[in-house]
């Protein structure tokens, strides 16, 4: 299984989509394993958005996540950061297709209602960086029989 770590961004928090977005994490069959609201700071985002610091819209990017407070999240699943980023569509809100949740609540770039790891290695160090230990949640879901099938859970057990 993996973790992937979900920003719902400011644009979505005063547009009040964050149950709709946490809805449809939640029916994808996804399993929340941390939550909080967090007022996301500029050193943090210099990290997080390291990858961009030599854009022109990088400090524009940084005022902006940290102008209100976002949702963050660590999610769980078979292939969670795949299953993620394809929930979530391509950056531009005007490219990503309906379906999508930046095609169907984004027509722009950076106010894009959520960001979501890009890869194994970004998302264990985002969920180090904004999360500690004691917020992250083991549990046994209850609907966990119904979601993966019974190969799938064997691969968790650590079959191949
Ligand atoms: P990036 O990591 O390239 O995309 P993604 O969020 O899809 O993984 O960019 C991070 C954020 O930077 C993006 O969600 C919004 C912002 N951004 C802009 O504001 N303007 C831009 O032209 C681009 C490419 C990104």
């Known amino acids: 299984m993996e973790q992937t770590l979900v920003i719902i961004k400011p644009d979505a928090v ?24 967090h007022m996301l700071q500029p050193y943090a985002l210099k990290d ?4 961009l610091k030599e854009k022109g819209f990088f400090e524009e990017l940084v005022k902006y996540m940290s102008s209100i407070p976002s949702i963050l999240m660590v999610l769980k699943g078979k292939e969670a950061i795949k299953v993620v980023r394809t929930m979530v569509g391509p950056t531009q809100g005007r490219d990503a297709l309906p379906g ?12 894009n209602v959520v960001h979501a790891s890009e890869n194994k290695k970004a998302a264990k160090a985002e969920i180090e960086r904004l999360f ?18 019974k190969d799938e859970k064997y691969i968790e057990k650590g079959g191949k």
């Open 100 to 111: 999508t949740i930046r095609g169907d609540y984004s027509v722009s770039n950076q106010s």
């Open 48 to 51: 997080h958005y390291a990858h």
């Open 132 to 149: 500690s230990k004691e917020e992250i949640f083991d549990y046994r879901k209850m609907n966990f029989d119904w979601i993966y099938s």
């Open 14 to 37: 005063n547009r009040a989509l964050v149950g709709e977005v946490i809805k449809r994490f939640e029916n994808k069959g996804l399993q929340i394993k941390a939550m909080k609201m």
